[in-house]
């Protein structure tokens, strides 16, 4: 069964510092795709980022940034420049085809604070 | 437009009762995913449709949860008979495709007495 790790369940940083949330995930398929989605006390889950297995490069998007080392099957996520708003749950998630089925798994979270 | 919108936002019943919860998805999106939220278990897909066709039920509890997709623009999840285990916020998703974003919706909390 494919499955997705999320070592820290809470985390906390200071604002306008830089924290990272580790992922890691397990797979024998050579193709997929990651993504890290963010749930404030708000309850709505929004995607934070995406990742494709194929490109090496890693997904950046403004002050969020992902650390993909696809052969230690290690997907971080770097937020930089930390704001209050940035406190919530972060979801790792992992998809691919296996089996015909379009499963999109998550990790159990990371509750990430953001104190002034 | 307006995301994917789920009914109810809360909902408090009493065991044996049925519950009916209910997704509009974004149009044109191919994918509906529901899932359930707890603090013990995470995030768990319990079926997904494609095309309004169910594709994998198998993260389904048991006999007593159905869900249908009759048409593009509507989804139910039903409970019956429901049980204090169901408590829960049950959240409703679609995407594009199979790899693309999920758009969730803003969930339903549903708390069995």
């Known amino acids: 069964a494919q499955t997705v790790t999320q070592s820290q369940p809470e985390m906390s940083v200071q604002e306008a510092e830089t924290v990272t949330l580790s992922c890691t995930y397990d797979?024998?398929?050579?193709?997929?795709?990651l993504f890290w989605y963010k749930q404030p006390p708000s309850r709505q889950m929004i995607l934070v980022i995406r990742?494709?297995?194929?490109?090496?490069q890693n997904a950046t998007e403004n002050r969020f940034s992902v650390n993909f080392q696809k052969a230690a099957k290690s997907f971080s996520l770097k937020i930089s420049d930390s704001q209050l708003g940035d406190t919530a749950m972060y979801f790792c998630?992992?998809?691919?085809?296996?089996?015909?089925?379009?499963?999109?798994?998550f990790g159990k979270g990371t509750k990430l604070t953001v104190n002034p | 437009d307006a995301g994917v919108i789920q009914s109810p936002r809360h909902e408090v019943t009493e065991m044996g009762q049925e519950v009916t919860l209910r997704c509009k998805p974004i149009?044109?999106?191919?994918?509906l995913f529901w899932y359930r939220q707890t603090m013990m278990r995470g995030l768990e897909l319990l079926i997904y449709?494609?095309?309004?066709?169910?594709?994998?039920d198998s993260g389904m509890p048991e006999d007593r949860f159905s869900a249908k997709m009759p048409n593009a623009s509507f989804s139910t999840l039903k409970i019956q008979p429901s049980e204090p285990r169901d408590s829960a916020v049950y959240f409703c998703?679609?995407?594009?495709?199979?790899?693309?974003?999920?758009?969730f919706g803003e969930g339903s909390r549903l708390t069995v007495l």
């Open positions: 998703a679609s995407s594009f495709t199979w790899h693309t974003e999920l758009f």
């Open positions: 990742q494709e297995a194929y490109k090496q």
């Open positions: 149009s044109g999106h191919d994918y």
């Open positions: 449709f494609n095309n309004n066709v169910p594709i994998d």
């Open positions: 998630a992992f998809i691919n085809t296996q089996g015909g089925s379009e499963k999109l798994v």
């Open positions: 797979t024998s398929e050579n193709n997929y795709y």
